[in-house]
């Protein structure tokens, strides 16, 4: 079976809906085919928690970049990043949807040798019709490989041990499509291991995780390892809070969160309590039971010492200078007080790498050549987080890029 359209976006994700409406509010005579493998939209954007990232004003953009750039390690690629300011999403106009077909392979114009000109996308549907669709251009969306233990094992060998937060449709098929007519590939040995992926009680060896949220942190929580001991700064990047998990016994750590951040947390926390996976306790006597430490004094004494570096009365042993929602003395392990326990891990949460792109989303040919026709937004691609990703960067970037994979392929597809 053979379809036609204009312009076909493979992945109804963010970055996907996006492009989507994107190019049809540019240009609403185009006919335009979203397609997603799942029955429902959204992939992985809609299990997001940690809110989205944007540059406030001009003054702001330099440092958005500089931070992008800091928390990339020297391997994210400033062209993209100096793209990457978060802007308004379009407004949508008409497109096709169909749902519950996989891509499969992209498909070339004949007679086209390095780079080939991209002239489709082959579809198997849920009841196992192939089906070709033929455009101009392709968009790819089609997230990351988080979910595949085969890919995590060929490009990040030991990824592919650990639980991860992502769907099960986080199976990087763009990224083997897009190999297959030899695309570039880079950074793909960037994998993300999220460090508070939330340990369920009853579950605890579960391939999927819920994501413990930056917000957490962010509002105060402390993160303890098993002898109660605190052992990172608990707002660092992802990448540094994970080595430093990996480094305490047993590899996990327990996180409490106090009485003024729950209230900050207040519209989040009770999902998690209803998932079983976070405990309000009301002592510190309680917390210290929660976490199976021996001794609640032990915790008592930790607390007081984290009292006196937030009051400025001792340097952080971790480097930590900011610290939200700081608590006060506490008398007693008895002294009433509400503290959110919960035990977290380090967690497989975002690929880094995927294919290579320019600033304008133009996928790469290993021979350094554009490839015509082909386009890709969001994880699929690999460049603008380097070695570590910042939290809040990933839905900006599917909004951000997928509305320029738009405007590219639109302008393509005029000429």
Same mark, same amino acid.
């Given at each position: 079976?053979?379809?036609?359209?204009?312009?076909?976006?493979?992945? =109804?994700?963010?970055?996907?809906? +996006?492009?989507?409406?994107?190019?049809?509010?540019?240009?609403?005579?185009?006919?335009?085919?979203?397609?997603?493998?799942?029955?429902?939209?959204?992939?992985?954007?809609?299990?997001?928690? &940690?809110?989205?990232? $944007?540059?406030?004003?001009? $003054?702001?953009?330099?440092?958005?970049?500089?931070?992008?750039?800091?928390?990339?390690?020297? %391997? !994210?690629?400033?062209?993209?990043?100096?793209?990457?300011?978060?802007?308004?999403?379009?407004?949508?106009?008409?497109?096709?949807?169909?749902?519950?077909?996989?891509?499969?392979?992209?498909?070339?114009?004949?007679?086209?040798? /390095?780079?080939?000109?991209? +002239?489709?996308?082959?579809? *198997?549907? /849920?009841?196992?019709?192939?089906?070709?669709?033929?455009?101009? !251009?392709?968009?790819?969306?089609?997230?990351?490989?988080? !979910?595949?233990?085969?890919?995590?094992?060929?490009?990040?060998?030991?990824?592919?041990?650990?639980?991860?937060?992502?769907?099960?449709?986080?199976?990087?098929?763009?990224?083997?499509?897009?190999?297959?007519?030899?695309?570039?590939?880079?950074?793909?040995?960037?994998?993300?291991?999220?460090?508070?992926?939330?340990?369920?009680?009853?579950?605890?060896?579960? &391939?999927?995780?819920?994501?413990?949220?930056?917000?957490?942190?962010?509002?105060? /929580?402390?993160? %303890?390892?098993?002898?109660?001991?605190?052992?990172?700064?608990?707002? +660092?990047?992802?990448?540094?809070?994970?080595?430093?998990?990996?480094?305490?016994?047993?590899?996990?750590?327990?996180?409490?969160?106090?009485?003024?951040?729950?209230?900050?947390?207040?519209?989040?926390?009770?999902?998690?309590?209803?998932?079983?996976?976070?405990?309000?306790?009301? &002592?510190? =006597?309680?917390?210290?039971?929660?976490?199976?430490?021996?001794?609640?004094?032990?915790?008592? @004494?930790?607390?007081?010492?984290?009292?006196?570096? @937030?009051?400025?009365?001792? =340097?952080?042993?971790?480097?930590?200078?900011?610290?939200?929602?700081?608590?006060?003395?506490?008398?007693?392990?008895?002294?009433?007080?509400?503290?959110? @326990?919960?035990?977290?891990?380090?967690?497989?949460?975002?690929?880094?790498?995927?294919? *290579?792109?320019?600033?304008?989303?133009?996928?790469?040919?290993? &021979?350094?050549?554009?490839?015509?026709?082909?386009?890709?937004?969001?994880?699929?691609?690999?460049?603008?987080?380097? !070695?570590?990703?910042?939290?809040?960067?990933?839905?900006?970037?599917?909004?951000?890029?997928?509305?320029?994979? =738009?405007?590219?392929?639109?302008?393509?597809?005029?000429?």
């Amino acid at each position: 079976m053979e379809k036609r359209v204009d312009l076909t976006i493979v992945g =109804a994700g963010l970055a996907g809906l +996006t492009a989507s409406l994107e190019a049809a509010t540019l240009d609403p005579t185009l006919q335009i085919l979203l397609v997603e493998k799942e029955k429902k939209v959204g992939g992985n954007s809609a299990k997001a928690s &940690s809110g989205i990232n $944007a540059a406030l004003d001009d $003054a702001d953009e330099p440092l958005f970049t500089q931070d992008t750039l800091k928390s990339g390690g020297g %391997l !994210a690629v400033e062209t993209i990043v100096d793209a990457f300011i978060p802007r308004k999403i379009a407004t949508m106009s008409n497109i096709e949807m169909l749902t519950g077909a996989t891509a499969n392979k992209l498909l070339l114009a004949e007679g086209t040798s /390095a780079p080939p000109t991209v +002239t489709g996308v082959e579809l *198997k549907m /849920a009841d196992g019709q192939t089906v070709s669709v033929y455009s101009s !251009a392709v968009v790819l969306t089609t997230g990351g490989f988080s !979910a595949s233990h085969t890919m995590l094992k060929r490009f990040a060998p030991g990824m592919e041990e650990y639980p991860t937060t992502n769907g099960v449709w986080a199976q990087g098929e763009g990224v083997l499509m897009s190999e297959a007519i030899g695309v570039d590939l880079t950074l793909m040995d960037k994998v993300q291991l999220h460090p508070t992926g939330f340990i369920n009680p009853k579950d605890r060896d579960a &391939s999927t995780r819920f994501l413990a949220p930056e917000a957490i942190r962010g509002s105060g /929580a402390l993160l %303890l390892n098993k002898n109660g001991k605190r052992f990172v700064n608990e707002l +660092t990047t992802r990448d540094k809070a994970s080595d430093a998990m990996l480094a305490q016994p047993g590899q996990e750590a327990y996180m409490l969160l106090f009485e003024d951040g729950a209230k900050a947390m207040a519209s989040e926390l009770p999902f998690y309590k209803h998932m079983g996976i976070v405990t309000t306790t009301e &002592s510190v =006597a309680e917390a210290a039971k929660f976490c199976n430490f021996d001794d609640p004094h032990t915790l008592l @004494a930790e607390l007081n010492e984290y009292v006196d570096i @937030a009051a400025g009365n001792k =340097a952080d042993p971790f480097g930590k200078v900011t610290f939200p929602y700081p608590i006060q003395r506490i008398p007693s392990v008895d002294t009433p007080m509400q503290i959110v @326990a919960m035990e977290v891990a380090p967690t497989v949460h975002y690929t880094m790498g995927g294919v *290579k792109i320019t600033e304008k989303t133009e996928v790469i040919h290993n &021979s350094g050549k554009i490839v015509p026709g082909l386009f890709a937004a969001g994880e699929v691609s690999g460049g603008l987080h380097g !070695a570590n990703r910042l939290g809040g960067n990933s839905l900006a970037e599917c909004v951000v890029f997928g509305r320029v994979a =738009a405007q590219n392929a639109v302008t393509h597809l005029r000429q």
